[in-house]
């Protein structure tokens, strides 16, 4: 994967990487990876807060309006990083600060493109004149108004003589400064620590990539296919582009994905790597050619071979029918949703190569009560009616798509999604009241966090000393380097005790002493 493929490359390239950000800190090879979102929030609220008594005469307006929410600034450095926006000692690395101003044209053509009238049809008379009444009796009233009385009552959302003004607005600089200021300090920071997010190390392989032409070479793919490409972000595309070989004026890369699964927002992914593939690579060979040819390949449109899979083997096609009209339905009334892109993109359902009909129900169900209880009971009365009742069928196939058999519905086939954790726990007390086996699975963040994986890590080795399982999290934790923990494990695999003498050796005969304190369920 990308991140993998990253921190091989900066581990044995990427020590000085840090320079062409004007960092003299070295980047080393044995830093640890933060990859626990609410772990790096943490980080770096400590980090802010010292930030801030250190700039806080500097940035005094900036640190009032944000009332330190700093998980916003951590994000809007995240989101900066993934577009390959990164911050240098006395600027921004290879012109960043133009797209972090943006295009004046562009934000012109947009902001007109949204700012149409919202009452133009017959049911927004009655609003309009409602509206026209409120406002001149506030016009009145007023000797200044900074508002478009007119726009207003149209329904327009901005007021279109002010939009240059907008754009231009001097204060944008004193923000651009600040983060820049706190985004190039926070790397600082990292690097002391020795650690690094994803984005870091992305960023840091990018550095690499971008500026040392040997590296670039050592490390050139002849063929590269990427998987879910709907899933990465604006510098997992340039990084793809430096790595790809130049073969007879191409290259032979490949992505594979599926724009209508870009809604997920997977960390700062964008669609429009995917939807606008053929722009987006000339737009970025230009980039990544600033000052130097770096990609020599054609990226012209006539040397894009486009692909689309319709078949669809999973489905029954009453099923893909509907999914394909969910497109363009709108979760809340103010969404804006452009269904003619949709339409156009997506011109008809995907083909289902079985043919499942009489197996496919597809119904709405609605409680009588408003109420959790009153949907949980009918939640469970509708999975003792898919058990019980014999209409309902389970139909498996084997890998070369023949029907191998057809059986009764078992309650393991049925999965209900719960929004939250406290539905999805008192649908399961219900179930086992009512005799339905229902196994809760989600809600156990504790223990995907650093610190419940050392619990159970230290609990499994009280139980046998031997666990390799156990150790593991906690050598990594004590960074050991990969061939000592494999050393370690041959040692285990040997079933010797007393391994070593250590403070960690220490610490678990220390537990084991307390052993009888724990309650065993």
């Known amino acids: 994967n990308f991140h993998s493929l990253c921190s091989k490359i900066i581990k044995t390239s990427g020590a000085y990487s840090p320079k062409y950000l004007g960092i003299d800190e070295i980047l080393a090879n044995n830093f640890s990876v933060i990859e626990k979102q609410y772990y790096e929030n943490e980080f770096f609220r400590k980090f802010y807060s010292f930030f801030k008594k250190e700039n806080e005469n500097k940035y ?28 240098s000692s006395n600027g921004w690395f290879n012109e960043g600060e133009i797209l972090l101003k943006g295009d004046l044209e562009k934000y012109r053509e947009r902001f007109q493109k949204l700012n149409i009238p919202l009452y133009h049809k017959t049911s927004g008379r009655e609003i309009q004149n409602k509206l026209y009444k409120i406002l001149r009796e506030i016009q009145k009233n007023s000797v200044h108004y900074d508002y478009d009385i007119n726009g207003i009552i149209l329904g327009l959302r901005g007021n279109s003589e002010i939009t240059d003004t907008i754009f231009s607005d001097v204060s944008q600089n004193e923000i651009i400064a600040f983060v820049r200021h706190i985004y190039h300090s926070y790397i600082i920071h990292m ?11 992305v960023m840091f392989c990018f550095l690499t990539l971008f500026s040392d032409e040997k590296v670039r070479t050592n490390n050139l793919f002849e063929y590269i296919m990427v998987d879910e490409f709907q899933d990465t972000d604006e510098i997992q595309f340039q990084l793809l582009m430096l790595l790809a070989k130049e073969i007879k004026g191409s290259a032979n890369l490949v992505v594979v994905g599926d724009w209508k699964q870009g809604i997920y927002s997977f960390r700062n992914t964008t669609i429009e790597n995917i939807i606008e593939f053929s722009k987006r690579l000339s737009v970025f060979k230009q980039i990544l050619n600033n000052e130097k040819e770096r990609i020599t390949f054609d990226v012209s449109e006539e040397k894009i071979t486009k692909l689309i899979f319709e078949n669809n083997y999973r489905s029954s096609q009453k099923i893909l029918d509907f999914s394909r009209k969910t497109l363009i339905c709108k979760a809340k009334e103010e969404e ?69 058999c057809e059986r009764a519905v078992k309650y393991s086939d049925i999965c209900v999604l719960s929004r939250n954790k406290s ?99």
């Not at 011109?347 to 009153?374: C, G, H, M, W």
């Not at 370690?488 to 005969?509: D, H, R």
């Open 336 to 404: 804006e949703m452009n269904e003619e892109y949709i339409i156009e993109n997506f011109k008809k359902p995907l083909v289902a190569q079985r043919n499942l009909e009489d197996l496919t129900e597809i119904k709405f169900y609605q409680a009588e009560e408003n109420s959790p209880d009153s949907e949980i009971e009918l939640i469970l009365k509708k999975i003792s009616e898919l058990v019980i009742n014999d209409k309902y069928k389970i139909r498996e196939f084997d890998h070369e798509g023949k029907r191998v």
């Open 60 to 87: 005094n307006n900036i640190f009032l309006s944000l009332n330190d929410d700093y998980k916003t600034v951590l994000y809007i450095i995240k989101k900066l990083c993934s577009q390959g926006i990164f911050p």
């Open 191 to 201: 690097l002391k620590k020795n650690f690094l997010n994803y984005d870091f190390m």
């Open 423 to 521: 539905f999805g726990l008192r649908l399961q007390k219900k179930g086992l009241e009512s005799n339905i086996p229902i196994n809760y699975k989600g809600g156990l963040e504790l223990f995907a966090s650093q610190q419940g994986i050392l619990v159970l890590a230290w609990l499994k080795l009280m139980v046998n000393e031997l666990n390799m399982e156990g150790w593991i999290p906690i050598l990594e934790k004590e960074r050991y380097q990969y061939n000592e923990i494999f050393h370690f494990q041959k040692i285990l695999e040997k079933k010797e005790k007393n391994l070593f003498e250590s403070n960690l050796e220490k610490f678990l005969f220390r537990l084991k002493d307390s052993k009888g304190d724990i309650i065993y369920i």
